[in-house]
């Protein structure tokens, strides 16, 4: 576990690395696959490894130093990947629930698979999207299915970064993300493309329908 500058967390921990999405923004490969080919945390991205050793990473922080702060739980691979074996999984959810004293951060473009765990009170669930046409009544019932009819505490946030397109008319207007978190495209040539969108008004609009709304440094220079 390692202090990160990451806006809306205080720690990463990353029991896993790598990872098989392929997210392929219009600023090219995604920030952790640039990084592993800088530091070569892993040899093939796209085999992504698990680190059994990494699990009890968080038992040896002093909990009251770090009563309440908030982890990001592989902040460099994908931990619902379909490819990541489910005990694993449950194994890092468990560690979480153990270390009740600190807040996890879970975040996936596969929230499909949050319907087969339960989680803690002091877990968040998080997906990504990039655009508002991505919060479908799909994503919003696993969310609903995973929070309230399997397990009542742990709550919930939408990760929309790179922000791509617009929310107006989409279904965060009607839904009870906890929070929100906006972030601006990033890599090379992102920032013609930012200035090419109307991230604005995007922004703006957010804002107006949800209170907890958490804007990276990112995106900041393009709302003025
Ligand atoms: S899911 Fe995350 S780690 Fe995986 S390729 Fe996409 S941005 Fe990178």
């Known amino acids: 576990m390692q202090k990160t500058n990451i806006s809306w967390a205080d720690y990463v921990w990353n ?4 990872c098989k999405h392929n997210c392929n923004f219009k600023g090219g490969k995604c920030y952790a696959e640039r990084m592993n080919n800088r530091f070569h945390w892993i040899k ?3 085999e992504p ?7 009890s990473e968080p038992y040896k922080f002093n909990k009251w130093e770090n009563r309440g702060k908030k982890v990001f739980v592989c902040s460099i691979s994908d931990l619902f990947g379909s490819w990541v074996p489910a005990d694993f999984i449950e194994q890092v959810i468990k560690t979480a629930a153990t270390c009740h004293y600190l807040e996890f951060m879970f975040l996936t ?25 991505q919060v479908t009544d ?3 019932k696993i969310f609903k299915d995973t929070l309230f009819n399997r397990h009542g505490g742990a709550k919930c946030f939408l990760s929309i970064e790179p922000l791509m397109g617009s929310f107006e008319d989409s279904k965060i207007e009607d839904c009870y993300f906890d929070k929100l978190i906006v972030g601006g495209l990033t890599g090379a040539g992102a920032d013609k493309i930012n200035r090419s969108l109307d991230l604005k008004a995007w922004t703006e609009h957010i804002q107006s329908v949800h209170k907890d709304v958490h804007i990276k440094e990112n995106l900041k220079k393009y709302l003025i």
């Open 44 to 46: 093939n991205w796209n």
């Open 138 to 140: 799909r994503l919003i």
């Open 49 to 55: 490894q698990v680190f059994i050793e990494r699990l």
């Open 15 to 18: 029991p896993a690395c790598g």
């Open 109 to 133: 473009k596969n929230p499909s698979r949050y319907l087969e765990f339960k989680f803690s009170d002091n877990c968040w669930i998080g997906a990504t999207v990039t655009n508002g046409k």
